[in-house]
């Protein structure tokens, strides 16, 4: 439940954060959309307004003055005869001031400050442009020496044309107006149609929202509808999930039932040697009538006896193990010592006295991270398994490696990979006839054999590979048919294991 609530809660701030950032990315774009669309607008009006006002201060103008009379006006000539004639001009609501210029750039009628005729201003570069006969028109900040007069009217910008003037028969520009128009119509113009657009893709932003809005809405229903059948499917699941764990932890336990039933019948397979070894030993005693006791060779088979009876212990232990794991005892285990005590307890066994045994055994002695008696074990299934194979004749070759002697594999088995460094190898290579392919993948299943009932039950090889596992090592078999196998376990070195710790401190 806690898990459900957890995510219908993500789910809920997911819909909430993607309902906020696409209400602000909507309201972003709404802005970036109407401000452009302004822009343009405006920028077109006032493309048109200014050519429009252009071409008409072009015709009011074009005839007047002529030639002569801004010869005239520039010796001082009559200006009310010169007003009457821009009458039509300077009645225009629009129009701030006019100005006329003869072509040296010097002031000849102000119609706004008069106080300013008969001054040059030659940095103006829109007049020196009108006197090339280029009509020009731009918005003027009011920011020039000309230009004190508008600025007391307290006025910020102002359209300016200037519109050269030419002799009508000779042609040539003989002077310039300048005339300021207001921006005031433009800009109430401006803002109408700026209410206008604004308000066109406002109600359309708005509109659209609400579309969105509301299918956003039948979405997050359907992702919370879904969310919900999920949840219960989920549910379902897991406890579908519970019952089956139940009905498996049943069947294992019926299982560990069947096979410790197994393993009654095994444990005559595993401790019948080591008992036979017992009962020599103790036959030899009934037999000496008394000659022995108190003397060292009875001590060592007391001793021999005991040990037997450990091990017997141990092989219990371990293979009901197989049913029921324990954790192993790691620590050092010298493999050559291991295996010095572990083949006597093989040689005792009468069916195995032809067997052949040669030991190769590293230089120094290879110590492995394991546990000496699990190893011991394993090492004996695998001597038995190997002497029962040859039926009590031929040659075991038991060798111990330092690092991976890299030998053909037909099997490998176990937790420890193969590319791994810092290994040592404990190796039982016999002479027997090998092993059938088709037997070779399943020879450490449990159960698995190709002797007779009464010689196993095939949970040998089965202990061996539950032990290694426990001990993190791995296991390679090669087999050759009629040229016998080869079984190598796989154990992490104490030095090197050793040698990381003090790397990692």
């Not at 020009?136 to 003037?165: K, N, Q, T, W």
């Not at 002695?365 to 001597?383: H, T, W, Y």
Request: hydrophobic share 45%.
């Amino acid at each position: 439940m806690e898990a459900s609530e957890e995510v219908h809660a993500v789910v809920g701030r997911t819909l909430k954060k993607f309902s906020l950032v696409h209400t602000l990315l909507w309201t972003a774009l709404t802005l970036a959309l109407a401000i452009s669309v302004t822009y343009i607008v405006e920028r077109r009006m006032l493309d048109e307004t200014s050519l429009v006002s252009l071409d008409y201060f072009h015709a009011v103008t074009a005839a007047i003055p002529n030639a002569a009379e801004l010869q005239l006006l520039a010796r001082g000539g009559d200006v009310a005869r010169l007003e009457r004639k821009l009458a039509p001009l300077l009645r225009e609501r629009k129009v701030v001031t006019v100005k006329l210029w003869d072509t040296s750039r010097r002031l000849l009628y102000h119609s706004r400050d008069p106080g300013q005729v008969g001054k040059v201003y030659a940095d103006n570069n829109h007049l020196a442009r009108a006197l090339t006969g280029e009509k020009v028109l731009s918005i003027s900040s009011l920011s020039g020496h000309e230009h004190v007069a508008e600025r007391a009217l307290g006025i910020d910008r102002l359209m300016e044309f200037y519109l050269p003037i030419r002799d009508p028969e000779t042609g040539p520009v003989v002077g310039a107006y300048e005339i300021y128009s207001s921006l005031d119509p433009f800009y109430q113009r401006v803002w109408r149609q700026r209410m206008a657009v604004w308000g066109i893709i406002l109600t359309g932003a708005v509109f659209l929202y609400l579309g969105f809005s509301i299918h956003f809405k039948r979405a997050s229903r359907t992702i919370l509808d879904q969310s919900h059948e999920i949840e219960e499917k989920a549910q379902n699941l897991e406890k579908a999930l519970a019952d089956l764990k139940s009905v498996q932890s049943e069947l294992i336990r019926s299982e560990r039932l069947a096979t410790v039933g197994q393993l009654a019948a095994g444990i005559a397979h595993e401790v019948r040697n080591p008992l036979a070894s017992i009962t020599g030993m103790v036959d030899i005693f009934l037999r000496d009538s008394g000659e022995l006791i108190g003397k060292s060779e009875g001590r060592e088979h007391l001793r021999r006896i005991g040990s037997e009876a450990a091990r017997l212990k141990e092989i219990i232990r371990a293979l009901l193990d197989y049913a029921r794991p324990t954790r192993a005892r790691i620590g050092r285990v010298d493999l050559n010592a291991l295996v010095r005590e572990t083949v006597p307890l093989f040689q005792m066994q009468k069916e195995y006295g032809s067997v052949d045994i040669r030991l190769d055994l590293a230089d120094p002695p290879p110590c492995a991270l394991a546990d000496g008696a699990l190893m011991q074990q394993i090492l004996l299934n695998f001597l038995l398994n190997a002497g029962q194979a040859m039926q009590g004749k031929g040659s075991l070759a038991i060798r111990t490696h330092s690092q991976d002697p890299n030998g053909s594999v037909n099997l490998r088995v176990g937790p420890l990979p193969k590319e791994q460094e810092g290994v040592c190898v404990l190796e039982v290579r016999d002479s027997g006839p090998g092993i059938e392919p088709f037997l070779l993948p399943r020879i450490f299943d449990p159960f698995v054999t190709t002797r007779s009932s009464s010689d196993g039950v095939g949970l040998g090889l089965a202990v061996c590979l539950r032990l290694i596992e426990e001990l993190k090592g791995a296991v390679e078999v090669e087999s050759h048919l009629w040229e016998g196998a080869s079984f190598r376990v796989f154990l992490i070195s104490a030095e090197a294991s050793t040698a990381g710790t003090r790397s990692a401190g």
